[in-house]
């Protein structure tokens, strides 16, 4: 059995990104993040929809339309398909634990 919380990654250099499980038109993934941001011109303009957890840490995801949404441990989002946005900050102090669910 595996655990969403077990073997975090060391490097702090940089987000992981893991795929937990995929099926057609749904992907499970976990993402690990210590402090990263989308870069300043990064907007993700995705195909799927994008179910969004943080299961620890936080983080703010800023839309394009000027919204910003502050995410703690436990909060979830549900981000259409073509909705940009970015992710503006993690936790630099903790390990941020995402779980998302891309589907169709």
Known sequence: MDNLFAKLPRDKSQE???DL????GLRVERIVSYGQASPEQGWYDQEENEWVSVLEG????????????VLGKGD????PAHQK?????TAENVA????VIFYK
Do not use: K
Not at 21 to 24: F, G, H, P, S
Not at 58 to 69: K, L, M, R
Not at 85 to 89: C, M, P, T, Y
């Open 21 to 24: 499980l995929q099926a057609d």
């Open 96 to 99: 941020t634990i995402w779980l």
């Open 85 to 89: 946005h970015r992710v503006a900050e």
């Open 76 to 79: 979830y989002l549900n981000i």
């Open 58 to 69: 936080s983080a703010v995801i800023e839309f394009d339309n000027g919204q910003s949404v």
């Open 16 to 18: 992981h990104f893991s």
